[in-house]
């Protein structure tokens, strides 16, 4: 269960009955609003990990309306809640994508297997969202991995030097930028008094072994690494 939960419900009834069910359920801090505005405002400072959205609240901002200008500004998932269950308002719901769908009059057990299910796909996502974040993509054969620091080609990992592998790292997180070699050496060898021709030697070496790869060499300046 998420321990940060917002909910936009104009009901009393309603509101308290879910505010309840999630004291129940252990959730540690638990935001009340009726209306939009008030919402979007606490949003700011909120610690909110989930919100409990009914689609008809106060305001001229329904509860559709209001997911939408919210996953606009960031990626929180969203239960909607309401007691119409018309095609229209369901199609109109389900174009944001959210992470359930709960129909009034609802059960404790219904609420909390979706609260479960929601909480865990939002996980999952987050979780790819950084593996994603983390993997730069050099063009259509490499990439690499800034986490685990390795190398792939075509999604297999390539068995590079540790001093391959730390000049890759150095090119690949200034992508696109040329890198000085004083800056090169002093990184790789922790002495940038260490000659020029050592990095063109180990330059050279990793061409030698992956001879597609986008590195550029920009004479008497740096190296880059190029998107395609």
């Known amino acids: ?115 479960e299910a929601a909480y865990t796909k939002s996980l999952l996502q987050e979780k790819k969202d950084v593996q994603e974040d983390d993997l730069l993509r050099i063009d259509t054969h490499y990439a690499y991995s800034k986490s685990l620091k390795k190398l792939y080609k075509d999604d297999q990992e390539i068995k590079l030097s540790s001093k391959h592998i730390k000049l890759i790292d150095i090119l690949c997180r200034n992508i696109d930028h040329t890198v000085d070699t004083a800056i090169l050496r002093s990184e790789i060898w922790g002495n940038s008094d260490k000659a020029e021709s050592i990095l063109r030697t180990l330059v050279y070496s990793l061409r030698k072994q992956l001879p597609d790869l986008p590195l550029v060499s920009y004479s008497k300046v740096g190296y880059a690494m190029k998107r395609a």
Do not use: W
């Not at 405002?41 to 509860?63: F, P, Q, Y």
């Not at 209001?66 to 719901?93: G, N, W, Y």
């Not at 944001?96 to 297997?113: D, E, M, R």
């Open 1 to 115: 269960m998420p321990k940060h939960i917002m909910i936009v419900e104009d009901e009393s009834i309603t509101q308290q009955c879910l505010k309840d069910m999630l004291v129940y359920y252990a959730v540690e801090t638990i935001e009340c609003y009726d209306n939009a505005e008030d919402a979007f405002s606490a949003l700011k400072s909120s610690r909110c990990e989930m919100i409990l959205m009914d689609i008809n609240i106060k305001g001229s901002t329904d509860g559709i309306q209001f997911a939408r200008k919210i996953l606009q500004c960031k990626p929180l998932p969203i239960i909607f809640i309401s007691a119409h269950s018309d095609e229209v308002t369901i199609q109109e719901a389900l174009e944001l994508s959210p992470y359930g769908f709960i129909t009034k009059p609802f059960s404790v057990s219904h609420l909390a297997q979706t609260l």
